[in-house]
């Protein structure tokens, strides 16, 4: 299942607007994966973990490459969040902004999918996905 939602990129001159794809999978089920596109184009991925992002709704969960928090100014109601991404030359960082209400139907619809607490890995495939044969 996933959902468009347009979030708010902050950046030094101001901010822009960009569509984000948000995707849930019970096959992977603690984690949301996110695409920031520019029309048929993929920006950026990234994978969240759905207990995070619930969680940074309601107060700042996160620390190093990611971190959410809640943000509620001016009429609107967001999730802030951090992005750092590292190479070995350099460090870069993002700040969107998801509107709260459009992230918490995602969140729900997801647990239609599979509930909080009934997660569950299948760590025999896993092994295999990881060890060599």
Known sequence: MSALIVVRLEAATGHVYVLARFSY????PYAVQVEFL???NVLARWHFDR???AEGLH???G??????RP?????RDELRVHLLARSTDRQ???????????L??????TYAVIAVGEESLDLDRLLEEFLPR
């Open 38 to 40: 520019d029309g048929a």
């Open 51 to 53: 207990q995070m992002l």
């Open 92 to 102: 870069e960082d993002a700040v969107v902004f998801v509107d709260a209400g459009a």
């Open 63 to 68: 620390e190093g490459d990611v971190a959410f």
């Open 25 to 28: 999978r019970g096959g992977d």
């Open 71 to 75: 943000e509620k100014d001016a009429g």
């Open 104 to 109: 918490r139907g995602f969140l729900h619809e």
């Open 59 to 61: 107060r700042p969960v």
